[in-house]
């Protein structure tokens, strides 16, 4: 539960999802990257698929479910906006690229369907999309927000350059966060 | 120009008294008024309780599951507020956000024994309230329009919040002006 007060800033799914996978997986230390200046601080830290079993597990989701879940890259992103002005987060102004290719989040609709397929009862699917971060947001001066973000699991590093317009002025350059070297995580060898 | 100093207080006044608690404590931000969606949820024994538009008080709606760890330490802080605001001019709708009865009965029970929550069983009206995550609150006016939300979990219990709250709960709405 240590590393659960670094992240006491983060109020909202952020925090749960920290807590709940921590517990759940104390043997497994994916590496966690970090961002701060004095307008954001980001960070993102890879999930293992037995972190994200577990923790679904707990919410009593079906076993066809979970094992939906292990197909995914899963990383949970916390944003907090130092700034005074309100920044929009849209994930479709983020980017993921490896060497060769660029990426794609498995979006909301794409869970939606996958949940469909399995006839997921409604219940668990609202839950899954709680716990995903908000596709787009403004964030208010001071706001912490988090979620989770799903890729198709890959084996190479890739980056992650994530774009925030400022509202006080739609002139202004947007802020942009470099994070590379992400990887899936993977679960420890048994 | 004294005349037009005094009648542009004279406006001004009206606009002071509609939802008089004008400073939001650090967390509750003023938005520009929307209706709120609609809200009938039975609780754990079976009783339902809706949104009216017509009952002319203030209502705090808020949605919270177990996992969310923020939620964890708010609740406590909620149950001491509907306590403390019982005589109060506002209804409090609590509602869990798809858990099962079991889920949400052990938790309660560890944290806020006391409060009164409802079910949204599949989700479906946390949907359609669009909260920017969990926990989320909206403070809902007596026409049934949301003025305020409160950005992640609050210390409800300190007088800073309980204050504003019973200051909006006191103002009265443009409708009762009239």
């Given at each position: 539960m240590n590393s659960l007060l670094l992240h006491t800033k983060y109020p909202s799914t952020f925090l749960l999802l920290i807590c709940a996978l921590t517990i759940s997986s104390a043997q497994a230390a994916p590496k966690r990257h970090v961002f701060k200046n004095p307008e954001i601080k980001m960070v993102v830290i890879p999930r293992t698929a037995q972190q994200m079993a577990a923790f679904y597990e707990g919410r009593e989701f079906p076993i066809n479910a979970i094992n939906a879940t292990r197909d995914a890259c899963f990383f949970t992103i916390g944003i907090h906006n130092k700034s005074?002005?309100?920044?929009?987060?849209?994930?479709?102004?983020?980017?993921?690229?490896?060497?060769?290719?660029?990426?794609?989040?498995?979006?909301?609709?794409?869970?939606?369907?996958?949940?469909k397929k399995l006839n997921l009862p409604q219940r668990f699917q609202s839950t899954f999309r709680w716990t995903l971060l908000p596709n787009q947001l403004d964030f208010q001066p001071d706001e912490h927000e988090g979620g989770n973000i799903t890729l198709a699991r890959i084996n190479t590093p890739f980056t992650l350059t994530a774009r925030f317009a400022k509202e006080m002025n739609s002139n202004a350059k947007p802020l942009i966060i470099t994070f590379k070297n992400l990887r899936c995580a993977e679960d420890p060898a048994p | 120009m004294k005349k037009i100093l005094i009648l542009l207080l004279f406006l001004a006044l009206p606009s002071v008294s509609l939802y008089a608690a004008t400073d939001a404590p650090k967390g509750i931000i003023k938005i520009t008024p929307r209706m709120a969606p609609p809200l009938s949820l039975e609780n754990m024994d079976g009783n339902k309780f809706t949104l009216s538009t017509k009952n002319r008080r203030w209502a705090f709606v808020h949605f919270w599951a177990s996992?969310?760890?923020?939620?964890?330490?708010?609740?406590?802080?909620?149950?001491?507020l509907i306590q403390d605001m019982s005589k109060d001019n506002i209804d409090f709708f609590i509602v869990n956000t798809a858990e099962s009865e079991d889920t949400i009965f052990n938790f309660l029970g560890a944290v806020a024994p006391e409060v009164n929550t409802?079910?949204?069983?599949?989700?479906?009206?946390?949907?359609?309230?669009?909260?920017r995550g969990l926990p989320s609150?909206?403070?809902?006016?007596?026409?049934?329009?949301?003025?305020?939300?409160?950005?992640g979990g609050q210390d409800w219990h300190k007088p800073l919040y309980q204050n504003f709250l019973?200051?909006?709960?006191?103002a009265k709405t443009q409708d009762q002006e009239k």
């Open positions: 005074q002005s309100i920044l929009k987060l849209n994930t479709n102004n983020w980017t993921f690229t490896t060497a060769t290719e660029t990426l794609s989040l498995l979006s909301r609709a794409h869970w939606i369907q996958r949940w | 996992w969310c760890g923020p939620c964890r330490r708010e609740m406590p802080t909620i149950q001491s409802l079910l949204d069983r599949d989700g479906l009206t946390t949907e359609l309230w669009k909260p609150t909206y403070l809902v006016d007596p026409n049934g329009q949301i003025q305020y939300v409160v950005i019973k200051q909006l709960s006191t």
